[in-house]
């Protein structure tokens, strides 16, 4: 897919979204263009979870019109698919939490439902794909087997090196996924969270929000009253998950919509105390690196300018000029179903701060945990996982050699 095709087309999407854009310039941006390849943009806004938002947002201004007819009906019909499916959606977030409460497990939900209510008019206009909860460590496995005695089941293990939550559960019953991303009945998967983030995230010293359990709050949601993290550790949390999928290479537009949207709702947030707990958790680059990018794209809030002053000061020259160089464009022709190998590792050296962080990233690389080569290998005896260390070194050499060889030659 040509970039600058890509690229004017995101602009188009997040232009009409941004937070200070009024119905009327909304059908203007819509009405003005000339000659663009809408299926390109459905796909795109597809891609970005966007589809449902940009429907009702563009009916509402009036400038569905402009539109034409195929592709109005295709939005419709993410809108009202992903309106069923959101239904769904929050009657199941409550059965899990009487389950877990049943079973005496503290939890709190992580993102999701919470942030629909608090964000969007209308349900519908976010697109939801799983259910976070945060447990205690010494509480998640009476959590998940919980789950499993009330019918959840472990998904195929593609993440089960993973650390910061336990084996993704969820109901299947038989069903098979044709590519459609706003069909109602794809069944939610359920994490039960132990972290936030990894620990150690790609070998880069990233530790975890201190003390974080005082600090959570009980809330209405889905008319249930449940515990959310707390306004600060949510838009510290909001950010470094973006920036996180930032440097996966598999940001997507409505995680950096959310943050824009919640550092415009909350106000009067404590940035002294964020700045206090980002410090401690060593995440201040990323909190900034999402921070600006929600402010480019979306008018998203900043800080004020003496917490921005020690954001940027805690962000490397060399990530903070990547991101004022390329960073919206990177955000905005990112595409999760193409991912960009290379710049993962690129992006990770540009955030590290030290030549300890930066020895940690070549460990990650050349040494992924082993129960990854276990998962990824089906190997049938851990010990035999580090015989497989070769082989794994052997594909990623290959696999990024190809993606670098690919992006030199488009230069």
């Not at 309106?83 to 005496?104: D, G, K, P, T, Y």
């Not at 805690?314 to 464009?329: Q, V």
């Not at 998962?375 to 015989?387: C, E, T």
Request: charged share 20%.
């Amino acid at each position: 897919m040509n970039n600058i095709k890509l690229l004017d087309v995101a602009q188009l999407m997040t232009a009409t979204l941004r937070l200070t854009a009024s119905p009327a310039q909304v059908v203007s941006l819509v009405a003005a263009v000339k000659g663009l390849d809408w299926a390109v943009l459905l796909d795109h806004a597809d891609g970005h979870s966007l589809t449902p938002l940009l429907y009702d947002t563009w009916r509402r201004a009036g400038a569905l019109p402009h539109l034409p007819p195929a592709s109005r009906e295709r939005m419709q019909r993410a809108y009202t698919d992903n309106a069923l499916r959101n239904q769904e959606i929050c009657r199941e977030l409550v059965e899990v939490h009487q389950i877990l409460a049943e079973a005496r497990v503290s939890h709190l939900v992580l993102k999701g439902w919470p942030l629909v209510e608090r964000l969007y008019t209308d349900p519908a206009h976010r697109v939801l794909y799983d259910h976070d909860f945060l447990v205690p460590a010494e509480q998640a496995e009476q959590g998940h087997r919980a789950l499993r005695q009330a019918g959840f089941q472990p998904l195929p293990a593609r993440d089960a090196w993973v650390e910061k939550h336990l084996p993704p559960l969820w109901r299947n019953d038989g069903y098979r996924w044709n590519g459609y991303l706003f069909d109602p009945h794809y069944p939610r998967p359920v994490e039960i969270h132990l972290k936030l983030w990894e620990q150690g995230w790609r070998g880069l010293k990233v530790d975890q929000l201190p003390y974080l359990w005082p600090r959570v709050k009980v809330c209405t949601v889905a008319g249930q009253p449940m515990e959310i993290l707390s306004d600060v550790d949510t838009v510290i949390h909001l950010a470094v998950h973006f920036a996180g999928h930032l440097v996966e290479r598999d940001p997507r537009l409505n995680q950096l919509l959310d943050l824009a949207r919640f550092t415009r709702l909350v106000a009067c947030l404590d940035w002294e105390r964020a700045w206090a707990q980002m410090l401690q958790a060593n995440v201040g680059r990323f909190v900034y690196a999402s921070l600006y990018l929600a402010h480019r794209l979306f008018d998203g809030a900043l800080p004020p300018p003496s917490i921005w002053r020690r954001l940027e000061s805690a962000t490397p020259p060399p990530f903070r000029n990547w991101l004022a160089r390329h960073g919206p464009a990177d955000v905005l022709t990112a595409d999760f179903r193409r991912p960009d190998k290379g710049n993962d590792y690129r992006l990770t050296f540009l955030a590290a701060v030290s030549t300890r962080e930066r020895l940690g990233i070549i460990r990650f690389a050349a040494l992924p945990p082993l129960g990854q080569l276990v998962v990824k290998y089906g190997v049938k005896h851990r010990w035999l996982g580090p015989l497989y260390y070769p082989r794994y070194l052997a594909e990623r050499a290959s696999q990024y050699g190809r993606a670098m060889w690919g992006r030199g030659s488009e230069l």
